[in-house]
């Protein structure tokens, strides 16, 4: 996630596939950090990147300079590796690049109005894609192997998503999200669903890609909301559950698992409930949503995600825990803060403070 405003000291944030590490830049360059300890692998003060992507935690980055030298224009693309401190490849375009993203196969470049598919290995360009005007470089991509797909707007009016194959190299659906433009779109890292939430910010939508269909809504708030970040959980035995910060300085979860657990069970919250349909009963039901309010500071600008979700073991107790998630928040200020979020098989949470440090001062 780049920063287009020179406000914060923090330039740009990326988590990398897995969430096991970070990239973060500044004026002066940029770091990659370990998620799970905290510890500085690796720094390079040569000025400021727009762009730091990680490709798991291998010595390869693909950077972007922010424009501010000759030498880091905006319009390259560098290949980068760390254990060497030396270029691999450049590849060069007409105008700025506003988005990377990468796995162990596939190179997506996003511009203006086109994105580019490389093979990553050999940078051969295997397709190129004609999008309406993404001057902010909203994106979202799978890194899964087996269900690799990219989502980008498909209009400047409403919130359409295109969603596309990026291994078999076509157009896989359109979604017609929200009335409102994208604000933020995430696809989850197996390629099942896809999260977007309009500039309106007050309701979060959830796609099951393969059909297109919308399985869940999520009410964050009353009134509108800038949403920064939209992550899923990693976990593949537990339930799915879906992370947001905005403007508020309000951090969320959506639990994906009790959502299906409650409708099988036809279990309603209210009166309302019984009688209204569905898909306003989905967005009425509190029940799956978790809030921690001023979790950073309201205005901040920050990217969350969830780094590990943990079964905890069952009791013959109703309130054992169901699960534990440890939720990761970078803001651009320049902070790292990490919440255990706890949830009971009653729908009941808590959060906890973990660890706090300051990313800007952090030393090897």
Known sequence: MSNQSSSYPVFFVSFNQDNS???????????????????LCYE????AFSIVEMLYSSSLLAIVGAGEQPSLSP?????????TGTALRELNFLTSI???????????????EKTYIYDANTLAILDTIDTVPNLKGLCAFSPSLNACFLAVPASTTK??????????LHSHCEIDAHRAPLAAIVLSSNGMYIATASEQGTII????VSEATKSYSFRRGTYPSTIFSLSFGQSMQFQDILVATSSSG????????????QRRGGRTSSILGSILPESVNEVLDPADHHVLRNAFPAGVKSSAVVRKVDNVSASSSSEFLAYRASVSVITYNGYFVEYIFSINNCCESTWTLD?????LTKRA
């Not at 919130?159 to 078999?168: A, C, F, H, I, T």
């Not at 309000?250 to 657990?261: M, Q």
């Open 355 to 359: 660890r706090e440090f300051n990313l």
């Open 75 to 83: 319009r390259r693309l560098c290949l980068f590796n760390t254990t």
């Open 159 to 168: 919130g359409s998503v295109l969603v596309y194959n990026v291994m078999e």
């Open 44 to 47: 390079r003060a040569v000025g």
């Open 21 to 39: 590490g970070f990239a973060l830049s500044t004026k002066d360059g940029f770091k990659i950090f370990d998620s799970s300890t905290g510890r």
């Open 250 to 261: 309000s951090l969320h979860v959506f639990s994906l698992g009790f959502a299906i657990n």
């Open 98 to 112: 506003l988005a990377v993203r990468l796995n162990k196969k596939r190179l997506v470049i996003v511009l203006r």
């Open 205 to 208: 939508r959830v796609f099951l």
